[in-house]
C-alpha cells in the first residue's frame, strides 16, 4: 500500500518562500505523474502542478505558474513543491497526490494516492 507523506508547511509572510516535501513509501510505488493539490477553507481542492514521474515534465496551474516549482528525487521517491513569492491567496491546506495511469489530468479524482495534508498559511 503506497504512502504519501507531506512536510514543510507553515506560517510565511507575503512574498516569503516555503519548500514543502512529499515522501511516498510503499513496494510498488511507481506512479506515472504526481501532483500537488491544494484546498482553502470552504473552497474545493484545486489542482496546483504536476510532474511525470519518470520523464521529469511539468505543467502548473496559471495562478502559480513563474512562482511555484515541482520538483521529484526519484531516488528518495520525494516530491517538492519551492513555494516562492508567497500571496495571502495562497493560503491553503496542500496535498501531493499519485497517479497511476498512464495519462495528464488536472482532476483530483483521476488521482489514486493523497497524503494527508501540510498548512500553508501567508499573513503579516
Known amino acids: 500500500q503506497e504512502q504519501l507523506v507531506e512536510s514543510g508547511g507553515g506560517l510565511v509572510q507575503p512574498g516569503g518562500s516555503l519548500r514543502l516535501s512529499c515522501a511516498a513509501s510503499g513496494r510498488t510505488f511507481s506512479p506515472y505523474r504526481m501532483g500537488w493539490f491544494r484546498q482553502a477553507p470552504g473552497k474545493e481542492r484545486t489542482f496546483v502542478a504536476s510532474i511525470t514521474w519518470s520523464a521529469g515534465g511539468t505543467f502548473y496551474a496559471n495562478s502559480v505558474k513563474g512562482r511555484f516549482t515541482i520538483t521529484r528525487d526519484n531516488a528518495k521517491n520525494t516530491l517538492y513543491l519551492q513555494m516562492n513569492e508567497l500571496k495571502p491567496d495562497d493560503t491553503a491546506v496542500y496535498y501531493c497526490?499519485?497517479?497511476?495511469?498512464?495519462?495528464?489530468?488536472?482532476?483530483?479524482?483521476?488521482?489514486?494516492?493523497w497524503g494527508q495534508g501540510t498548512q500553508v498559511t501567508v499573513s503579516s
Open positions: 497526490a499519485a497517479m497511476q495511469r498512464v495519462a495528464f489530468s488536472i482532476r483530483p479524482d483521476d488521482y489514486n494516492y
